[in-house]
């Protein structure tokens, strides 16, 4: 009994009470930090195996970084990554992280459909769909209903069918393959109805994006509600930009 009781010590709590001010080890990459320091821009932009990085002025796309660290390896003094997992938002605009920029990426409420707070603000159950994924975003968005993370305790939930849904959330690449049961998974689902990109892969194809596999027509019908970066993404980011895209944290 002794043994459990000091197992239990050590582990302190096996839930995070706040998962807005969590603190996640070191090695984690979050939202970058681009120093103005001169640097060759050429040499920066071409080790991006993603076309994440753009010139005059630097800047970081999160929607296509891969988070490989490459860039900071080799431009330690420009690019830093820091421990901020807050990095999800309704605003592509926002994904874009530019030198010099320490800006909090956010949920803007005011650009978050009024239907959305009024009818999910409360109870928020979702259908997820690979869609070409590698099972990486996936794992991470099933951790975060784990008894650590825990995010029903904010109603928010996955459920088997899309007629039980209230949005969907895709992952992977989007591959021909896919593309139309997406489409009938999406159609079943009732109006009010959100959609949520997890992942490199699904907000702009990652390092498949020019793959004749993949085909990502569906986003050209629909607007997105939510752009959940990283790759994959982390629980934490995952539970922040659901939560703050379904009701206005206080
Ligand atoms: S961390 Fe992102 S921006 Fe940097 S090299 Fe890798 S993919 Fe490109």
Redesign the pocket.
């Known amino acids: 009994m002794f043994d459990n009781i000091k197992i239990l010590y050590h582990q302190e709590k096996q839930f995070i009470p706040d998962t807005a001010n969590a603190k996640v080890p070191g090695i984690f990459?979050g939202r970058?930090v681009i120093s103005t320091e001169k640097v060759d821009e050429n040499s920066l932009v071409e080790?991006?195996?993603?076309?994440?990085?753009s010139g005059s002025p630097v800047s970081?796309?999160?929607g296509?970084?891969?988070?490989?660290?490459?860039?900071?390896l080799?431009f330690p003094n420009k690019?830093k990554?820091t421990t901020d997992y807050k990095i999800a938002t309704n605003d592509r605009e926002k994904l874009i992280v530019k030198e010099g920029d320490e800006q909090p990426i956010e949920v803007n409420p005011e650009t978050v459909r009024k239907e959305i707070h009024r009818v999910l603000g409360h109870s928020l159950k979702l259908r997820q769909v690979s869609a070409g994924g590698d099972n990486s975003c996936e794992w991470e968005l099933g951790a975060a209903n784990n008894v650590q993370f825990d995010m029903s305790r904010f109603g928010i939930e996955f459920v088997a069918s899309p007629r039980h849904a209230d949005g969907i959330v895709i992952t992977g690449p989007i591959t021909k393959n896919m593309a139309e049961a997406l489409q009938i998974c999406y159609d079943a689902i009732p109006e009010p109805k959100i959609i949520v990109l997890a992942g490199?892969d699904a907000i702009s194809g990652g390092i498949h994006k020019d793959s004749p596999a993949v085909d990502r027509s569906f986003l050209d019908k629909y607007p997105v509600d939510l752009y959940i970066p990283g790759?994959p993404t982390h629980p934490l980011t995952i539970i922040n930009g659901l939560v703050d895209l379904t009701r206005k944290r206080k």
């Open positions: 990459r970058p080790i991006c195996p993603t076309g994440a990085i970081i796309n999160l296509k970084c891969t988070f490989c660290g490459e860039c900071a080799r690019i990554f490199t790759n």
